[in-house]
């Protein structure tokens, strides 16, 4: 079983910055992508950034230039620098891993506040 344990949330004023980790582990066949994706309250959970076993990174439109996405050498932990951050950035964010096995994992989530 495939845990992601996801860390760096917390509360930070507009314009701040904050540095999410997601560290996979446990038994992964063929990892295709790892990720971030965010629900707001009230709101569906929506994309925010992947990474792909290649290398390739995919960003909301939205949020391009402000965050960024990346990995180390091992490709088991992903991170997610966010600049500029903007009271809608306020969610809890989740980190989601696609491989062969398992299809499709998604960590606890970690709480992003962001104050005006």
């Known amino acids: 079983q495939v845990q992601l344990v996801e860390s760096g949330g917390g509360s930070v004023q507009a314009g701040g910055s904050l540095r999410l980790s997601c560290a996979a582990s446990g038994i992964i066949s063929n990892l295709n992508a790892m990720g971030w994706y965010r629900q707001a309250p009230g709101k569906q959970r929506e994309l925010v950034a992947v990474?792909?076993?290649?290398?390739?990174?995919n960003y909301a439109d939205s949020l391009k230039g402000r965050f960024t996405i990346s990995r180390d050498n091992a490709k088991t932990t992903v991170y997610l620098q966010m600049n500029s951050l903007k009271p809608e950035d306020t969610a809890v964010y989740y980190c989601?891993?696609?491989?062969?096995?398992?299809?499709?994992?998604w960590g606890q989530g970690t709480q992003v506040i962001v104050s005006s």
């Open positions: 990474i792909t076993s290649g290398g390739m990174t």
């Open positions: 989601n891993l696609k491989a062969t096995i398992p299809s499709n994992s």
